[in-house]
């Protein structure tokens, strides 16, 4: 589930996780990868920093500009649609540039829509009375919840405490990526690497030794050339054993917690925000449903195959210095001793995760079993929908209570297990992200602009069948989310694709999905996700191998959805 800050993308969100140990993780990321020069976490955060400061201030400069040309030169637009081009440009250089942050340009695009008499103002602010906002809502609450009473920490730490997984470095960068995978389903893509990316720094600080199935050093030593195509020079390449720092070790395991997240996202529609917005545009140009079922049946073998992919690009691309870790283990197991009993605020969590996922499953389930025109799958499928669904499970958490502690007189009152202070730390940006591309999206089909724009670009492209356009949308999708977040892309991207994929008379449910899954796969660049961000700012990773491994798999990302979809959407009856 990508979490896209209110500020814009790379900002850790508030409460990650201290790695907590005695280990020397944090002592690691500040020292360890700075002897080289240029390749400590302050040489990554000032270089990301300044990318940031050039293109904030391109943007900003560029973004109104593009608004005044459009707006003055498009007379053969009618009015409505020439106004929502020029607020279209403002808002996708804005969006791109992260010239101010991505909820402010987003309310802006809503308010210059009704000041420019685009729309009234009960059709754009109606938007944000969506189905799908409380779908948000609730599930970004149970989310909270899980970070609260540390669910999601014990989760993680309980599937590493395997016997002999965090022992090799294969079976623990595989055992990371896929936890990533798993828990980004339900909880947001940065929420999750922020809980596992300290784990993962814990594991490489508490290696004490590292031996190869040869028995020697040397091996081991020499192994860390070329982590790094800059400047380590000979320092690095007699690094000492016991520093897994600048391995490609320490490289894959932190790419595989990133991209996990990024793929595992797309498991279910509630996995990440951009999809959710993506599905409702879809259905609203299509006026077909893609229901949660429908959905995870579509993706799930999608995901399973990238998540398999990845781990051989990158174990192939990041090939481990040595067969053994010395140390993960005990590390692992000192953390989990931490975490003492499963508490009543966890319990209370899984009750309230479980609600919830029995909610939106249970129409598909039901459909399948009784037959879509039963009267009962009829009220369900029209009562209990997805954010209705997400509201009730979320409201059992400002209902079970906890226990009262030691102490605490028995008439007092007894505390929720989510306080109401907790849960407004919620991403409250992404909801506004998502109500202007609602609006957006809505508007561009009400005007026409969509229509026209839709026309103008069949015309241009040549491009005619349904592969073609699946292809093209994919790429698209891809190429921008690299440059911006995965919600905005969104936002972007489908207004451009589905009226596109109707001008030619090809059916745009797929293209819209595929651009919609696509919009998550930025895998190059640290500015792309907030989860690559988050593990290249440790200054662990050079920037050629997560370009190289980010290219690699983008290359292999679209080829598998584009198949996938195109080969599974039948069968699955969408």
């Not at 560029?62 to 649609?81: C, D, I, R």
């Not at 690095?236 to 793929?263: E, Q």
Request: hydrophobic content about 50%.
């Amino acid at each position: 589930m990508d979490t896209t800050t209110a500020t814009g993308q790379g900002t850790e969100p508030e409460g990650r996780p201290e790695t907590g140990t005695g280990t020397g993780a944090e002592t690691n990321t500040e020292t360890g990868a700075g002897t080289g020069a240029g390749t400590g976490p302050d040489a990554a955060h000032d270089r990301q920093e300044r990318f940031d400061r050039i293109r904030g201030r391109a943007g900003l400069l560029l973004g109104p500009l593009a608004f005044a040309v459009v707006l003055l030169a498009g007379g053969e637009l009618p009015p409505a649609q020439r106004s929502l081009a020029a607020i279209f440009a403002l808002v996708m250089i804005w969006w791109i540039s992260e010239a101010v942050p991505l909820a402010v340009t987003a309310l802006l695009a809503v308010s210059l829509c009704v000041l420019l008499g685009v729309g009234d103002e009960d059709t754009v602010f109606g938007a944000f009375g969506n189905d799908t906002i409380f779908t948000f809502l609730g599930g970004f609450v149970i989310a909270r919840a899980m970070t609260v009473h540390g669910l999601d920490r014990r989760i993680a730490l309980r599937m590493l405490a395997v016997p002999g997984v965090v022992r090799s470095p294969a079976r623990t960068i595989v055992v990371f990526g896929g936890l990533a995978a798993a828990i980004s389903a339900f909880i947001s893509n940065t929420a999750t690497v922020a809980m596992l990316f300290p784990i993962a720094l814990g594991v490489i600080g508490a290696v004490s030794s590292i031996s190869t199935s040869r028995g020697g050093g040397t091996e081991a030593a020499s192994g860390t050339e070329g982590t790094s195509g800059t400047d380590e020079g000979k320092e690095g390449k007699r690094a000492s054993v016991t520093d897994l720092r600048r391995s490609r070790i320490s490289v894959a395991l932190l790419l595989a917690v990133a991209y996990g997240a990024s793929i595992g996202g797309l498991f279910t529609p509630v996995g990440a925000p951009h999809q959710l917005i993506g599905r409702q545009l879809v259905e609203k140009q299509t006026g077909e449903t893609v229901g949660f079922l429908d959905w995870v049946l579509l993706f799930a073998p999608i995901v399973l195959v990238m998540f398999v992919l990845l781990c051989l690009v990158l174990l192939l691309l990041n090939r481990p210095e040595t067969s053994r870790l010395e140390g993960a283990e005990e590390y692992v197991a000192a953390e989990r001793s931490r975490l003492g009993p499963f508490s009543p605020g966890e319990r209370n969590t899984c009750v309230a995760f479980a609600a919830a996922v029995l909610l939106w499953t249970g129409p598909g389930i039901l459909q399948a079993v009784l037959g879509e025109h039963h009267a009962l799958v009829e009220w369900v499928v029209a009562h209990v929908t997805e954010g209705v669904a997400a509201i009730l499970a979320a409201t059992l958490l400002f209902v079970l209570p906890l226990p009262r502690p030691a102490g605490v007189p028995s008439g007092a009152r007894r505390k929720a297990t989510l306080e109401w202070a907790d849960a407004a730390r919620i991403d409250w940006g992404t909801i506004l992200l998502f109500g202007a591309g609602i609006v957006l999206g809505t508007l561009s089909s009400d005007t026409g602009l969509a229509e026209t724009l839709g026309d103008g670009l069949s015309e241009l492209i040549g491009v005619s069948s349904l592969t073609s356009v699946t292809i093209l949308a994919a790429v698209t999708a891809l190429v921008i989310s690299e440059t911006t977040s995965n919600t905005a892309s969104v936002g972007i991207v489908l207004p451009i694709v589905l009226p596109m994929a109707q001008a030619l008379h090809v059916d745009p449910l797929i293209p819209g999905l595929v651009a919609t899954a696509a919009s998550g796969y930025g895998f190059m660049l640290p500015v792309s996700t907030p989860p690559n961000a988050i593990v290249y700012g440790s200054g662990l990773i050079p920037i050629t191998r997560m370009v190289r491994s980010g290219l690699v798999f983008d290359v292999i990302g679209v080829t598998v959805l584009v198949a996938g979809v195109l080969t599974l959407a039948p069968v699955v009856g969408l």
